[in-house]
């Protein structure tokens, strides 16, 4: 069982900045396992899309729609996830999620939402120029 909570998101105008904040908890994600986590983002009347992953060893990968905007990253105790979001454009509204893959698995090639069975109730970004 993993459990993730999402906060941070909020109202921003286009060109600011949010950081998004994931608490990571439960009885089957432990630090020292391998694990992927990530963060995708829905927008209304579309699908679930990943935006950027990270494994226990920090290897990260992006969506090509947000590299160079944003940051993915996790504390050292592996508790806690985030997602820097710089230069935020109207498209960037959406409702953010943190996600995890199966305890005990590397990412891979992992990087859609089918891959990632443990899922946050998300937290809402707007954006408004």
Partial sequence: QVELVESGGGSVQ???SLRLSCAVSGSSFQAWKPYCVGWFRQQTGKERVALARIDRDGYTR???SVKGRFTISQDAAKTSL???MNDLK??????????SGQPGLWCRDRFSAADF???GQGT????SS
């Fill in 117 to 119: 069975g443990y899922w």
């Fill in 90 to 99: 109207d498209d960037d509204t959406a409702m953010y999620f943190c996600a």
């Fill in 82 to 84: 985030f997602l820097q």
């Fill in 62 to 64: 992006y969506a090509d």
């Fill in 124 to 127: 809402p970004v707007t954006v």
């Fill in 14 to 16: 286009s060109g600011g």
